[in-house]
């Protein structure tokens, strides 16, 4: 089976084609008009995937060396995203999918994150534990199968990525926040300045990360470098507050589930320090990460799981719509 899946549900205009649960390409076009303006502006992304996607797809089809004929059916993002973003590439999907009369697959993208995981770790077992930490959302939930889902907690107010964006933009950097933080960091020492994690009560699962946001507003207020402290070690302590907290509140879940495996997806997921910092402090569970460029946003973890929804028989009719706030459940 021949899937074709299309991501536009924000900045990244993205095309894919997956064979039989194999990759075969994955194209990822930035938007990066938008780094200026500081955040993505939703009228400029929809206009943009208008002009690319076209190009987008026809790389991906060339790449993976295919061609429209030989697709069996459609995959493109649903939800949650960007209505204007979400309606481009749903309407294109629906175009090429009517044209070529084969179906076009909805899909959540939120559960293509998750399913991510399942390139890197294809022995992937269920039941296991997501983290799953993009710009707009961070949950722990408990995959028992695909489409039953639990959620065991998600943050009150900011999300990690979002923690990351307001914070590189409090710290005068670019857009996305959190490469650029990361980048930084590794030349600072997360220790030297004590910014505050919020763990709430002891057993909580839930997440805050807006008092650590002002934190670093007010000390920045009055930082000045010295030989003391670099602007990197700040920047690496802030990093270090919103790690620990992720960490700590995986190994919470593991233990209140009872499980083993854990696995991580979203933007964040592409974080080092995350990485190296789970490994170390949960030593014995099982954690697993997509591959890097499946890790942000991409249309890898779409054309995947649109053939594992084909194959279950999960079809939709053609009169789907975008649905922005789109839930997991
Ligand atoms: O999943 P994603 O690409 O888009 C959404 O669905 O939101 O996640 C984007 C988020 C942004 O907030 C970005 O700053 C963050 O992921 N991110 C990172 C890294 N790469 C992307 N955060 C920390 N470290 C990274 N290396
Ligand atoms: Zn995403």
């Given at each position: ?67 429209l004929s030989q697709l069996d059916a459609i995959a493109v993002t649903q939800g949650p995203g960007l209505a204007g973003t979400l309606l481009t590439g749903i309407s294109f999907a629906k175009g090429l999918g009517i044209g070529l009369q084969i ?176 490994n170390i402090t949960l030593p014995g569970k099982n954690i697993i990460y997509p591959d890097l460029a499946f890790c942000t946003d991409n249309a890898a973890m779409i054309s995947y799981l649109g053939e594992l929804k084909l194959k279950n028989k ?16």
């Amino acid at each position: 089976m021949t899937i074709l899946g299309i991501e536009t549900s924000c900045d990244e205009t993205a095309a894919s084609i997956c064979n039989d649960g194999e990759i075969l390409s994955s194209v990822v076009s930035r938007q990066i008009i938008h780094s200026k303006f500081g955040g993505v502006v939703p009228e400029i992304a929809s206009r943009e995937h208008e002009l690319l996607l076209n190009n987008v797809v026809n790389e991906a089809l060339n790449q993976s060396k295919m061609n429209l004929s030989q697709l069996d059916a459609i995959a493109v993002t649903q939800g949650p995203g960007l209505a204007g973003t979400l309606l481009t590439g749903i309407s294109f999907a629906k175009g090429l999918g009517i044209g070529l009369q084969i179906p076009v697959v909805p899909i959540n993208h939120l559960e293509g994150h998750i399913f991510a995981n399942f390139l890197a770790a294809k022995q992937l077992k269920y039941p296991f534990v997501c983290l799953l930490v993009s710009g707009g959302h961070t949950q722990l939930w408990l995959i028992n199968g695909m489409e039953k889902y639990r959620l065991l907690g998600e943050t009150r107010d900011d999300a990690a990525g979002e923690a990351f964006d307001k914070g590189a933009r409090i710290l005068g950097l670019g857009y996305p926040g959190g490469p650029e933080i990361e980048k930084l960091a590794e030349n600072g020492n997360p220790s030297k300045v004590f910014f505050p994690r919020s763990l709430l009560s002891k057993d909580s699962l839930e997440f805050s990360f807006s008092g650590l946001k002002t934190s670093l507003l007010y000390f920045m207020d009055d930082f000045e470098e010295t030989s003391e402290i670099s602007i990197n070690d700040v920047i690496a302590s802030y990093q270090q507050a919103i790690i620990d907290t992720l960490i700590e509140k995986v190994r919470r879940a593991l233990l209140y589930t009872n499980n083993e495996t854990c696995v991580i997806a979203g933007g964040v997921a592409a974080n080092k320090c995350l990485r190296n910092g789970l490994n170390i402090t949960l030593p014995g569970k099982n954690i697993i990460y997509p591959d890097l460029a499946f890790c942000t946003d991409n249309a890898a973890m779409i054309s995947y799981l649109g053939e594992l929804k084909l194959k279950n028989k999960r079809l939709s009719p053609i009169d789907f719509s975008a649905i922005p706030n789109q839930k997991l459940e």
